[in-house]
Every structure is written in C-alpha cells, then in structure tokens.
C-alpha cells in the first residue's frame, strides 16, 4: 500500500521496449539505480516495465547505448492529474478544502452512543455528558475517559461499571447497571406506622414480622381498619397500662377484595388509511443549518408525515456533523365504521386482558371474573366485578398517645 | 569463513534466494538479468548463473541488487 502510494504520488510510466539488448538495457538501468517494477515480455519479445516519471529523461543514454526502442504504453499518477485538471483550480481547490475539512472533522467526536442502559433514560446520560462539557463537536483529545468512567460511577447510583473509549469520531459510553434497584422506604423517616386496610377485603394470609397483629385470617375488614398496630401497650402489675412502646409495624397480608371493572367502546369508529398518495422532500443538516427541498404540491387535508434522518458516515466509524434524511407525506383518508357487537366484544376483550395482565404485574392474583357486555345508545358498556387476592395493606403514621401518669400510692 | 562465522553472502557476494511455494522467488546480490521471457529467466550470479524456468513468468521488482520473480516456478538450476 506504501509503495503504491509513493508511486502514485511520484508518478509513473509503463514502457514497451523492444530492440535486441532489452536485457543489457533493464541491467544498466538497475545499475544506475533507475527502479523497475512489473517487467513481463510478451510473446513477440517486447519487454514491458514500470518506471518512476523522474527516471525517464535518464534513459536517453541507455537507449542510445543498448539501441532498444521505447514507447510509452500508460502514464499514472499524481503529476499527471495535476497536469490533466491544471485549468479546474476550482475543483482542485474544493478538493483539498474537503481533504482538509475531513481531516479537521476526524479530530472531533460528532456522535455519542450510550449503550448497556436500562434504568438510566439516554437522554440524562446525554444531558450529565453536556454538564461534563462533553458535547457534539468536542475534540477526542479533550475528553478525559479515565475521569468519566470514575465521575459516572460515582454521581449515578445505578452505575456500577463504565467504559468511555472513542471509534473513529464516534464516542461510546458503555454502561452496566445493577440488576435490582433497592426500594426505597420511608420506614426510617416515620419510625412509627400502622398497617391499615386500604380496601374493603377478607383477610386470606398474615405474617406478622412487627407490631401487633389486629385481625386473623378469614377477618373482615374494611377500607381504613387497623391490621397491624405499631403501638404496644405495657402493662403493669395491675393489667393497667403503664407506658406505650412503639415501633413499626411489618407484615405480609393478602386480603381477597372485590375490584369493579368498567370500559365503554363507541359504536363508532374513525377508520384512518393511507390513500397511496405521497409526497416526499429531502433535507440536509448541517452544524444547525437545516436546507430542504421545497414544497411543490398542495397540503393534504390529512395526511402523515414520517421523517427519516442519517448522520453521513464514512467507513471506519466516521461520522460527520452532516444529517441527510427524507419527510414523506402520506394522505390519510378518513372513513367512519360502525362497530359490530363482534368487534366490540374483540376489542373489549383485548382491553380486559391488559387490565387483568397489569395487575398480575402489580402482584395481584385472579380469582373469579365476571364481566358483561351491553349495547347502550351510543357505545358498548363493559362492565363486571372481579375478585382478586392482593396486598391491602397501607402504611399510617401511628396515633401516638400520652403515657397514663403514675397513680399515686393508696396508703399515701 | 566458517570458522570466523562470517555470512558467505556478504564477503563472497554469493546470491540468496528466498523462494515462497512455487509462486514467488526472491534473488538477492544478483548481476543482472542475461535472458528474459515468459517461460524462462537468467539471472547473473557470482559464481555462476541461475535459470528459473516455469510459466508466466514475470519481474514484479528489480534493483541493482534485489529481483523478485513471480510466476508458476518449475524449475530452479545453477548454470555452472
């Protein structure tokens, strides 16, 4: 690749040679240190070689010594472009500004990828990169990766490794998240708490770990009714009650609680499809100067437009501040359709299975259903009741009451 | 010159040849090409000649010193 470069930058010839000392020709060349490549003879006995464009006026000598012919087959190279576009200065010229302004541009970083992230949204790893400095249009050598990996681990909790290395004018930023966020709970900050039913429900299941427990299983109670008490009384000799102790309460209830369901599907529909008909234009971006093509149709009176963008890259990850990208306008025509009870009982049904799968997610279990479905004026009503077996617990401040005084001694 | 461990290349100006499989040989300390052609090339050497006979034969590089001849070798013989 060297070697093709410094010929091409040198420029060369391809010779044919013929006459009856192309031999003695090639040895005095080599002895007068002219260098030649690709020598093959044709089957007529014509000698073929490659010779640097600055060795040919010092063949004339050798050609008259030895008597060989020469014709030139090719000439290749540099000197030969500059001479074939000497009169295109403007095109040589814009050529080695874009030389240069390429060259600039592989010194800078024009795309950050965040890549490993779950928890942590793009955007705010992005945004924490601008506080840093670290921006669009950064040079590769201002960024320090050593610090950002250290600075990310400490100022994010979620981050538990980081890696920050630059591709081609790419910068990448590889994180890895802890597998399970820890909850928070605001137990430290409200030392004393109840659990208190949020839900009219029968109680199916309690594990006490603290306070005193209030209902048992099969217990029915109602919504705002005390489970688990945080307060403990202490009693004296007497049964009386000498002091209070109080601490958090803590237990797993499962109540079995019954949940409406309601939902409502018009009998009518707008139905929107494409038409076939599109427009497109095209836009160029540029360091936050947008040109596009302008418009030569009418608007649609519906229509939707989709936008692509591609930053420009050149192989080896070099991505330039340059965006290309395409708007298509779609038209949309709008139809309006009349529901059947066949297709509301599908959509119904779809809608009741996100319902019930959002609250498996929720941690609550399904234990009977019964939903119906009814035509009314202007929509179907879905509606039932479903019974489920969840946590109903609710975490209270704990009532905090005043320690009875001492009652003073009979004798006395 | 063995015993002083001096390369015979050097001091007698003995050619080298480096030869890679059957497609590429490289001479070294050569004097210069006697005869070319597609099916035969002869190199100059100190002491005697070598002939490199096989098919579409070419000199992809020569120097003063340095060739390098590509093709479908067959045949390698010193001329003595």
New interface residues.
């Given amino acids: 690749m060297i070697l093709w470069l410094v010929r091409f930058m040198r420029g060369f010839l391809e010779l044919k040679l013929w006459g009856r000392n ?2 003695r020709f ?2 005095l060349c ?2 007068r ?1 002219i ?9 007529t006995g014509e ?1 073929f ?1 490659s010779i640097y464009l600055s060795d040919f006026y010092r063949l004339r000598p050798l050609l008259r010594k030895t008597r060989v012919r020469l014709r030139i087959e090719k000439r290749a190279g540099l000197p030969f472009l500059v001479h074939r576009y000497r009169k295109r200065v403007v095109f040589a010229g814009t050529l080695l500004a874009m030389m240069v302004c390429v060259a600039f541009l592989s010194t800078r970083i024009w795309r950050i990828e965040v890549l490993g992230n779950s928890a942590i949204g793009e955007d705010a790893v992005l945004e924490y990169l601008k506080q840093k400095g670290i921006t669009y249009g950064i040079g590769r050598d201002d960024i320090d990766n050593d610090g950002l990996e250290l600075s990310l681990r400490q100022d994010f909790d979620q981050v538990i490794w980081a890696s920050v290395y630059e591709k081609g004018t790419k910068l990448v930023v590889r994180i890895q998240e802890k597998l399970a966020a820890e909850k928070e709970t605001n137990v430290s900050q409200t030392p004393c708490t109840d659990l208190v039913a949020k839900t009219d429900a029968v109680i199916y299941s309690i594990v006490t770990r603290g306070g005193i427990p209030l209902v048992k299983a099969e217990d029915t109670v109602k919504a705002g009714d005390i489970l688990v008490c945080g307060r403990q009384e202490i009693l004296d000799d007497n049964g009386e009650v000498k002091e209070y102790y109080y601490q958090s309460a803590d237990a797993d209830i499962l109540g079995i609680s019954t949940l409406s369901y309601t939902d409502r599907i018009s009998l009518q529909r707008v139905v929107t499809k494409p038409s076939g008909k599109s427009h497109d234009r095209y836009f160029l971006r540029f360091m936050g100067y947008r040109f596009t093509t302008p418009k030569l149709y009418g608007d649609f009176d519906c229509s939707e437009t989709i936008e692509e963008t591609n930053q420009l890259c050149l192989p080896g990850s070099f991505y330039l501040p340059v965006y290309v990208g395409r708007i298509r306008e779609t038209e949309q025509l709008q139809q309006i359709e009349q529901v059947t009870m066949e297709q509301a009982k599908e959509e119904a049904l779809s809608h009741f299975s996100r319902f019930l799968s959002d609250l498996e997610e929720n941690g609550v279990r399904i234990i009977d259903k019964n939903v119906m479905i009814e035509k009314e004026k202007d929509n179907y009503h879905i509606y039932g009741r479903l019974k489920v077996c969840e946590d109903i617990t609710e975490r209270v401040p704990t009532e905090i009451k005043e320690a009875p005084a001492p009652k003073e001694n009979e004798e006395e | 010159m063995e015993q002083l461990g001096l390369p015979r290349d050097l001091f007698l100006g003995m050619p080298v040849l480096s030869l890679q499989g059957n497609r590429f040989l490289c001479i070294e300390n050569h004097r210069g090409i006697l005869q070319a052609g597609r099916e035969k090339i002869v190199v100059a050497a100190k002491p005697w000649g070598i002939e490199v006979a096989g098919r579409e034969l070419s000199i992809v590089r020569f120097t003063k010193d340095y060739m390098e001849i590509t093709g479908y070798l067959e045949h390698i013989s010193f001329l003595l």
């Fill in positions: 192309c031999e090639l040895n080599a002895n240190g260098a030649t490549w690709r020598l093959s003879v044709s089957e000698v070689a």
